[in-house]
């Protein structure tokens, strides 16, 4: 029995898992994922187009910027919400830029020490991993089922291949040899709410996710300056991505609390502007719809009862352009990325 106070509560893998596939109840586990993406849009249209009138029924290309990287199942995510989104879905208008790193870099990829320390993050995962005989002897057992070696099937990380059976009401592969059960996915799943969680505890992965995230959260920082200054038509952007691009973004920004990123996980950025005050902008951060802005890093001192009740912008840029690098010693991105901070 937990102590309290003292010890944490033991997080059931199978409830993680229904968490995870971000389905209200479990009589829906069969719709596919892009149905989630439509309600997400549907959200999302509800409260920038009806509530906000963000963007007008005559919208443009100019208005929007979308990338994607170029696996399939991003480009129709991004598709789908922009479907349900837009006042006039309209393919003629829609402009999609390929983006080839998962952690959306762009031009800003070349960052030795970021590499360093997702090494050092992988060997940690390989030690914890190692550790675990019971995980170990869950990979022989499903390797024997499915014929393959084991160490083929250990390293096609197969907690993703389950989590899609799982999510969609699919039964887990069945062969001459036997069948994959919930027994094994139970097991693994466990193994990686206590990866997440030493993960956590090691700041490792932190300073991997400040270099790794920096290029996206510059270009975001970037783009809200120059539609505040009247120098951009553009007031939607959307990067369609995978959960290894939104899981450092959550952990740079400081959200300790935030689980491993769902099915149809977003975050959103917004600028606002002050009424009466022209230059006073101030930006709030959502994750799956939920605001988090005073849990991040950059807004956790400012008090939701002052004047401002808003987190300023300019603390968000000063994160983005000089606190980051903090951590390492240093003033900008390249110097971050290219001294040893060791």
Known sequence: MPVPHTEPPVIDPIYEAYAYCNIPNNTERGMEGVVQHLRNGQLLHDTYIKKHTLLPDSWTSKHLYIESTGKSRTLQSGLALLYSLLPEFDWQKIYIRHQWS???????????????????????????????????????????????????????????????????????????????????????KSHQLGDEKERHETKVYYRYSLLATHPILNQTVTRMQRIAEGRSEEVFALFSAHDVTVAPLLAALGLSEARFPRFAARIVFELWR????????????????????????????????????????????????????????????????HRRAF
């Open 102 to 188: 998962s952690i959306f870099c762009s031009s800003s990829c070349d960052c030795p020490m970021r590499n360093h320390y997702l090494e050092e993050e992988q060997r940690r995962q390989y030690s914890l991993r190692v550790k675990n005989s019971l995980l170990e002897q869950t990979y022989v057992d499903m390797a024997k089922i499915v014929g393959v070696p084991t160490r083929l099937l250990r390293a096609s990380n197969p907690i993703d291949s389950l989590l899609c059976h799982f999510c969609h009401n699919i039964s887990f592969p069945c062969t001459q040899n036997g069948c994959i059960g919930l027994e094994h996915f139970n097991v693994i």
């Open 274 to 337: 002050a009424p009466k005050d022209k230059k006073s902008l101030f930006v709030r951060v959502l994750y799956n719809g939920e605001d988090v802005t005073f849990q991040t890093s950059f807004c956790q001192k400012h008090s939701r009862r002052s004047s401002q009740p808003l987190c300023p912008f300019q603390n968000f840029m000063n994160f983005v352009k000089k606190d980051m690098f903090a951590i390492f010693n240093s003033t900008n991105y390249y110097d971050a990325c």
